[in-house]
């Protein structure tokens, strides 16, 4: 029991080393700010189980999402809280509405979580995960992005229109950063430092569509040409190249957050 609890608190601690990093190096834009407190819930082993729970706090009005972690497992993150109590409040509500178990606080502003208030995690929670270098904050968006490949995402679960999915996958990646992005594909496109394709770097966000007040797709680059996207509703997340045929075409731009 001691030992999953230290392992947790471990796991914590290496998210929010990673967002600190961001938080330093996030510059001033309209449209981008940074993530306060959040709730993490669960280690499923299957997707569909983290999917039904997001899909339930989604129903709800909460901006939940739900990722890979590096152990294989998943688990479903929300909230944007002011402060710690704020995030504690909130989730001890749904607590007792039965729509979570264990959870724990992550606040991406500190290097830490608090001590002595991670609620006990459920058996087989989050093994530890390797600390990362802070001084990219565009890779570790990029290896962030890749964890979800192959996962049949879909954001908002059937509460979301066609074409959300997209930029929802860019926009939890991005939290996970401790990076708060636009909604939609467009609104996306709007913040941000323009990057021609020749000056690519990991974790920018690429564009496609008819033309730049016609964005319907978005990406997040990984590099040598190529980007992690969610193409379709339902569909797996997966790494296509930029050089496609369809892509190309339909290429309009890129944007840089950090």
């Known amino acids: 029991m001691i030992r999953n609890i230290f392992t947790l608190i471990f796991f914590c601690f290496s998210l929010t080393l990673a967002a600190a990093g961001c938080a330093a190096q996030l510059k001033e834009m309209k449209g981008i700010s940074r993530v306060g407190y959040s709730i993490q819930v669960g280690a499923f082993s299957e997707v569909k189980n983290a999917e039904r729970l997001t899909a339930r706090l989604q129903?709800?009005?909460?901006?939940?999402?739900?990722?890979?972690?590096?152990?294989?497992?998943?688990?479903?993150?929300?909230?944007?809280?002011p402060t710690w109590d704020a995030a504690r409040k909130s989730a001890r509500k749904l607590s007792a509405e039965k729509l979570l178990g264990s959870y724990f606080i992550a606040s991406p502003l500190t290097t830490s979580p608090r001590?002595?208030?991670?609620?006990?995690?459920?058996?087989?929670?989050?093994?530890?995960?390797?600390?990362?270098?802070?001084?990219?904050?565009?890779?570790?968006?990029?290896?962030?992005?890749?964890?979800?490949?192959?996962?049949?995402?879909?954001?908002g679960g059937n509460t979301v229109v066609d074409g959300m999915d997209c930029s929802g996958f860019a926009r939890a990646v991005y939290n996970l950063c401790g990076v708060n992005i636009p909604r939609t594909s467009r609104e996306?496109?709007?913040?941000?430092?323009?990057?021609?394709?020749?000056?690519?770097?990991?974790?920018?966000?690429?564009?496609?569509g008819a033309?730049?007040?016609?964005?319907?797709?978005?990406?997040?680059?990984?590099?040598?040409?190529?980007?992690?996207?969610?193409?379709?509703?339902?569909?797996?997340?997966?790494?296509?190249?930029?050089?496609?045929?369809?892509?190309?075409?339909?290429?309009?731009?890129?944007?840089?957050?950090?």
């Open 59 to 81: 129903e709800k009005g909460i901006d939940a999402f739900y990722f890979k972690k590096e152990n294989g497992l998943y688990a479903v993150r929300f909230g944007d809280y």
């Open 211 to 258: 033309s730049p007040e016609e964005i319907n797709h978005v990406g997040i680059y990984v590099g040598n040409g190529r980007f992690v996207h969610a193409p379709r509703r339902g569909d797996d997340i997966k790494i296509s190249s930029l050089d496609e045929n369809y892509f190309a075409q339909k290429f309009i731009g890129a944007k840089r957050y950090f």
């Open 115 to 155: 001590k002595g208030k991670v609620p006990e995690p459920r058996k087989g929670e989050a093994s530890a995960s390797k600390s990362k270098s802070t001084d990219d904050m565009g890779g570790i968006a990029a290896r962030t992005a890749e964890r979800f490949v192959g996962i049949p995402y879909r954001w």
């Open 188 to 208: 996306q496109f709007k913040a941000g430092e323009p990057v021609g394709r020749d000056d690519l770097k990991d974790g920018d966000l690429i564009f496609f």
